[in-house]
């Protein structure tokens, strides 16, 4: 199983982007989704997480400017970045959590420009 992010690119600051992750196949008792970044230079973190049952969390520096959503039946997990910074450039990862393992997708960039 593979997991596709897409949406990435170049914007400049105050602007927004959208990204989708796909999968290539269902992926069962999935438990939690969630979007990682890697700024340049810095580890990955975690930007935004939903549970099984819908339960939200989001880092400080993205509350209420991201939002995480998901389509069950697709099995795909969309994040939507508003009045994006400098500081939210980097690489996007998506990640899904199941009973047996976890999948990381490949990351896609977000180049916020000032």
């Known amino acids: 199983v593979q997991l596709q992010a897409s949406g990435g690119g170049s914007v400049q600051a105050g602007g927004s982007l959208k990204l989708s992750c796909a999968v290539s196949a269902k992926i069962s008792g999935v438990q939690v989704r969630a979007w990682y970044r890697r700024p340049p230079g810095a580890q990955r973190e975690m930007v935004a997480s939903?549970?099984?049952?819908?339960?939200?969390y989001y880092a400080d520096s993205v509350e209420g400017r991201f939002r995480i959503s998901r389509d069950i039946r697709k099995d795909q997990i969309f994040l939507q970045m508003d009045s994006l910074n400098v500081d939210d450039t980097g690489t996007y990862y998506c990640?899904?959590?199941?009973?047996?393992?976890?999948?990381w997708g490949e990351g896609t960039l977000v180049t916020v420009s000032s």
């Open positions: 990640f899904m959590k199941s009973p047996w393992r976890d999948y």
């Open positions: 939903i549970r099984g049952g819908g339960t939200t």
